[in-house]
T-cell receptor
């Protein structure tokens, strides 16, 4: 069964600290993995997209890694800011159809305290 | 540069009432989607439209209908609302080949059914 599991479910860190969010998936055949940021009351916004051949991609203070062999990804946030408080969603796409089926994780709720 | 616009932002219905959620995008995207997001669960696909004139069922289509009015607009209709349809509904759009392109989401419609 194709699934996307994220950990931890929630996380609290102090402003300025780094953190790492985890995503494990069983989706096959794999096409790409995305990380989205969803602020409270808003829609998700894309942070990174990685294909099979990419093992790291950065977007400012956000760095995503992908290990396609172990089917794991991580999102590392450097020097956290209060505005990083949000839900971070891992999404994996398969190659089973032209459109590409998307499998959504439940998200990690990050809270950054001053 | 609005992106994806959803209306209304909030709505309260009584069981059995009908309503249509509106979605419009100004990015000239071929593909559009409707999702629902419930607490503790990942986004679930209700319907999608790969191109103007076509629609297909997603993971949870029961109780919903859609209309791809033109390339810009994709509406979601609840014919007879039920309390189980209380949720946050997100519309999204993407270029034709979703594989390496992000989806762009609206900010959601918060729907409560009493």
């Amino acid at each position: 069964k194709n699934q996307v599991e994220q950990s931890p479910q929630s996380l609290i860190i102090l402003e300025g600290k780094n953190c790492t969010l985890q995503c494990n998936y069983t989706v096959s055949p794999f096409s790409n993995l995305r990380w989205y940021k969803q602020d409270t009351g808003r829609g998700p916004v894309s942070l990174t997209i990685m294909t099979f051949s990419e093992n790291t991609k950065s977007n400012g203070r956000y760095t995503a890694t992908l290990d396609a062999d172990t089917k794991q990804s991580s999102l590392h946030i450097t020097a956290s800011q209060l505005s990083d408080s949000a839900s971070y969603i891992c999404v994996v796409s398969d190659r089973g159809s032209t459109l590409g089926r998307l499998y959504f994780g439940r998200g990690t709720q990050l809270t950054v305290w001053p | 540069n609005a992106g994806v616009t959803q209306t209304p932002k909030f709505q309260v219905l009584k069981t059995g009432q009908s309503m249509t959620l509106q979605c419009a995008q100004d990015m000239n995207h071929n593909s559009m989607y409707w999702y629902r997001q419930d607490p503790g669960m990942g986004l679930r696909l209700i319907y999608y439209s790969a191109s103007e004139g076509t629609t297909d069922k997603g993971e949870v289509p029961n109780g919903y209908n859609v209309s791809r009015l033109n390339k810009r607009e994709f509406s979601l209709r609840l014919e007879s609302a039920a309390p189980s349809q209380t949720s946050v509904y997100f519309c999204a759009s993407s270029p034709p080949r979703i594989s390496n392109q992000p989806q762009h989401f609206g900010d959601g419609t918060r729907l409560s059914i009493l």
